[in-house]
């Protein structure tokens, strides 16, 4: 059966370096949850103090309801996937995949048999006697998630197992990843720095920066609705432009850009100043007379949609997304444009806290 993790206030110090500053997550049972940031945030060492890699500092880790801050990582019931799979070279894959059953003594009849069942479910039952330097990068990775959860565990931690794969063989493998946890229905936390991965494969999002929890949702409620203005930009692709707000009635609000050009937007809590707009590249629009002045500089034609990069009257950089189905044709390089905003879902931010003024 799968635990709940209930990580509170969990510290991870190196030194004076604190890598982890007291983390608190709650993660359900059977949960797809992901730790998604950039290198040196903090989701690695996290992910290996749950495994029992890492001492915790400060603060405790929890399978449910019981403390195992001190428990040995053998004694915790978890099944782990490496970046580097960490297959054993002079084993075969059978012989890979039973290594943690023979460790818990399982008969041997038993452990033919669930081997089996485990190749047969990520589709390499045939590759059964093969030595992993006659297998591919994929294939690989296949093994050790056999080997992962061919015993069972109730937590299983996965620390970012698609990194040393092409970008085609990843997008096969988080579906086989996905497919498989939901079959198996076993907790899960994966880490990762790719964006586009989390957002595919998780049920929970955690994002982090500098060892601290940024923001937890669903990959829709992150992607749509970020906190602060890291995650708005960690997760895909945000312009962001200055601002100021004015109150027009309470409630409402009047968000002027460059120009002049301004648009009312409600906001969350009552302010007045300075702020930052983001706008993802799908949120800007053209518009035939009223908007942002700006000029396209580049355009990039990917089938569905046009990428265009657009140079505002002061001199920045917006990314524009356009899609052909709304366009007769690419808007040529030099054309001056103007540029309107999806006002309903444009983010507005403290520009001091960088806290989300909008829903």
């Not at 009849?109 to 030595?131: F, G, H, Q, S, Y």
């Not at 959860?149 to 063989?169: H, Q, R, T």
């Not at 899609?323 to 690419?330: A, E, L, Q």
Request: net charge negative; with cysteine.
């Amino acid at each position: 059966m799968s635990h709940a993790v209930v990580i509170k206030n969990a510290v991870k110090k190196y030194g004076d370096f604190v890598a982890l500053k007291g983390a608190s997550l709650n993660i359900e049972p059977g949960q797809f949850f992901t730790l998604l940031g950039p290198s040196g945030c903090g989701k690695t060492t996290l992910l290996r103090m749950i495994a029992g890699f890492n001492t915790v500092d400060g603060g405790e880790i929890c399978f449910d309801e019981k403390v195992i801050n001190d428990l040995m990582a053998h004694k915790r019931d978890i099944g782990m996937v490496f970046q580097n799979y960490a297959i054993f070279p002079h084993l075969n894959v059978g012989e890979n995949v039973a290594y943690g059953l023979k460790a818990r003594r399982v008969s041997a009849k038993e452990i033919d048999e669930r081997v089996d069942k485990a190749l047969e479910l990520v589709k390499i039952l045939p590759l059964k006697n093969r030595k992993p330097n006659e297998l591919s990068g994929g294939q690989q990775q296949r093994v050790a998630l056999a080997r992962a959860f061919v015993i069972e565990p109730s937590v299983l931690l996965m620390d970012e197992p698609l990194s040393n794969l092409d970008a085609k063989l990843r997008v096969q493998m988080r579906t086989v990843i996905k497919k498989l946890q939901r079959q198996l229905d076993i907790t899960t936390v994966y880490v990762t720095h790719d964006q586009e991965e989390a957002l595919a494969i998780s049920d929970v999002i955690a994002v982090m920066k500098d060892g601290e929890i940024m923001q937890v949702g669903s990959p829709e409620t992150i992607y749509k609705q970020p906190q602060n203005k890291f995650v708005a930009g960690f997760i895909g692709i945000s312009n962001f432009l200055p601002c100021t707000v004015e109150q027009v009635r309470e409630g409402e609000h009047r968000i002027v850009l460059a120009d002049g050009f301004s648009f009312t937007r409600r906001l969350r809590k009552e302010y007045a100043g300075e702020a930052i707009l983001s706008a993802r590249p799908e949120q800007i629009k053209f518009h035939p007379s009223e908007g942002l002045r700006g000029r396209i500089v580049f355009s990039t034609f990917l089938g569905d949609f046009v990428e265009y990069e657009v140079e505002l009257t002061d001199g920045q950089l917006v990314q524009v997304n356009e899609y052909t189905k709304d366009s007769s044709s690419v808007i040529p390089e030099g054309a001056e444009v103007f540029l309107n905003f999806d006002s309903s879902v444009v983010g507005i931010y403290d520009s001091q806290s960088e806290e989300a003024l909008t829903w």
